[in-house]
């Protein structure tokens, strides 16, 4: 069989490894920030009578406009947005690829403040855009003063700002995201991939007059619906006009349209669950804090967990008890998604285990 060095793949791909946590079956999975409570048995019904009915006219391409889903993000979101302000797309990193393919390429530039979600600088390697990672200030927290000082001085084209931030946990305030916009003249994302989990106010409410902020959204967390692959963007209707123009033709499944728009309908139930993970990041805030590790503060559905001389040896002692959470490569560090009530009670009998 043939190498992939022999093959005359693009040269800044050479050596590198696709992206991915691993995927294990084991009891306990608490690493990718998934949503261990599932879809309710009523809603679940309505999604499948929803294919169903897509089903008989797979024949024909699905609505490329999706005006139907744009709307129904646009009624769930609120903050009377319109659905001309709405996008979609197969997960939030479909989002964020068509914003770089749109406003970023080559001799553009990209910035985000780290550690933070590992697939900006793939996005932006992929679209062959120019990407640094600035260092957060204590405890992974960014002031305005501080954002907004370095966007002045970096002037990057695309500027991306992860409230609440993956993997820290750490939100953001608006002020901070105010500061950042009148900062610089480029294009500033605000990714609310876990904003559901978080008691901070949304940056959603700060879109009107500032065409240039946009807010990437997805249904993987809250919604339970990471098996579906819908992420989505509110924002300046220009915006989305940009978005058409780099977007693949048809890019978003009839099937896809007809399960998220199902999901969308029973908006209540699909997020009754995001109370009891709350309680439970926070149970596992204490639980750990009891163990000698310091949690971080966190407005997400995980807590990033400090205090471990060896973090790849305790993630390997619980794998082989069953309990599956990140090494997301901080030192002495390891990430663990808020499950249910029982997956909490594993996890930190386990853990407490594997440390005496």
Known sequence: MTN??????????????????????????????????????????????SLAAEVLTLNRYPDREFLELRSSLANYLGYDLVPEQLWAANGSNEILTQIFQAFGGPGKTSLSFGPTY???????????????????????????DFVAGE????????????SPNNPTGTPITNDVIIAAYEAFDGILIVDEAYAEFSS??????????????????????????????????????????????VRLPYHLSALTQAAAKAALRHSDQMLANVDLIKQQRDRI????????????????????????????????????????????????????????????????????????
Not at 327 to 344: D, H, Q
């Open 200 to 245: 901070l106010e949304s940056a959603l409410g700060l879109l009107a007059g500032r065409p240039r902020l946009l807010i990437s959204r997805t249904m993987s967390k809250a919604f339970a619906f990471a098996g579906a692959r819908v992420g989505y963007l509110a924002a300046d209707s220009a915006v989305i006009d940009a978005l058409r123009i």
């Open 285 to 356: 805030s204490a639980g750990v804090r009891l163990l000698g590790l310091k949690p971080y503060a966190s407005e997400s559905n995980f807590v990033l967990v400090e205090g471990f001389e060896d973090p790849n040896d305790i993630f390997e002692k619980l794998l082989d008890r069953g309990v599956l959470i990140r090494n997301v490569g901080i030192p002495n560090t390891l990430r663990i998604t808020a499950g249910t009530e029982s997956e909490t009670t594993r996890l930190l009998t386990e853990l407490a285990l594997v440390l005496d």
């Open 151 to 162: 966007l002045a001085r970096t002037k990057p084209s695309i500027a991306i700002l992860c």
């Open 118 to 144: 590992s697939m900006y600088p793939n996005i932006a390697r992929l679209t062959l855009t120019e990407y640094s990672q600035l260092d957060r200030e204590a405890e992974y927290s960014l002031s305005a």
């Open 4 to 49: 992939l060095n022999d093959l005359p793949i693009r040269d800044d791909l050479r050596g590198e490894k696709p992206y991915g946590a691993p995927q294990l079956h084991v009891p306990v999975q608490l690493n990718v920030n998934e949503n261990s409570f599932g879809i309710p048995e009523a809603v679940a019904l309505d999604i499948v009578e």
